[in-house]
């Protein structure tokens, strides 16, 4: 059995309207978000075995969070430049290219494309993903090749809204 925590990015900065898109660091809310809903995860006792994150500087420094509270190394995260802004089909394409030794991932990604991504999941639809949201499954496979006709279970849905 796999587990996979898809967490949007955390609240961004629009302080600077010249920054470039990818560029956009997170804000104070977004920087506090974060870390608390890393915590969360240590909380239920899920440890990580990886995290793939957009090359978005605010999906990274989201994942960095996560990375920090698992006791993952930064440099151990990995960024796939492809989910940058993805559709759904990219989330796929890229959790069937994960190694299978791996049981629990984490993927930090951006909306559109993440909430179509969680909704082409299971029965659990979400209107629209929050930031620093995450939507966590559990599936029934050996290998993450057999992911996107693998049956997949709900296992939970947090986000910050019970944080402020």
């Given at each position: 059995m796999k587990q996979l925590l898809i967490i949007r990015h955390a609240k961004s900065n629009w302080a600077n309207a010249q920054?470039?898109?990818?560029?956009?660091?997170?804000?104070?809310?977004?920087?506090?978000?974060?870390?608390?809903?890393a915590n969360r995860l240590i909380e239920k006792q899920i440890?990580?075995?990886?995290?793939?994150?957009?090359?978005?500087?605010?999906?990274?420094?989201?994942?960095?969070?996560?990375?920090?509270?698992?006791?993952?190394?930064?440099?151990?995260?990995?960024?796939?430049?492809?989910?940058?802004?993805?559709?759904?089909a990219e989330y796929f394409k890229q959790i069937q290219a994960l190694n299978q030794h791996l049981q629990t991932v984490a993927i930090v990604g951006h909306n559109p494309g993440i909430t179509d991504f969680v909704n082409a999941l299971t029965t659990t639809q979400i209107d629209n993903m929050p930031t620093c949201g995450i939507f966590?499954?559990?599936?029934?496979?050996?290998?993450?090749?057999?992911?996107?006709?693998?049956?997949?279970?709900?296992?939970?849905?947090?986000?910050?809204?019970?944080?402020?």
């Open positions: 920054e470039a898109d990818i560029d956009r660091s997170l804000n104070e809310r977004g920087n506090k978000d974060a870390p608390n809903m440890q990580l075995d990886a995290i793939v994150a957009s090359t978005a500087n605010r999906a990274f420094t989201t994942a960095s969070y996560f990375a920090k509270a698992q006791a993952i190394n930064k440099r151990d995260i990995l960024c796939v430049e492809a989910l940058y802004l993805a559709p759904a966590a499954i559990k599936i029934n496979i050996e290998n993450w090749k057999d992911f996107q006709t693998a049956k997949k279970e709900f296992w939970f849905f947090d986000s910050p809204k019970s944080i402020h």
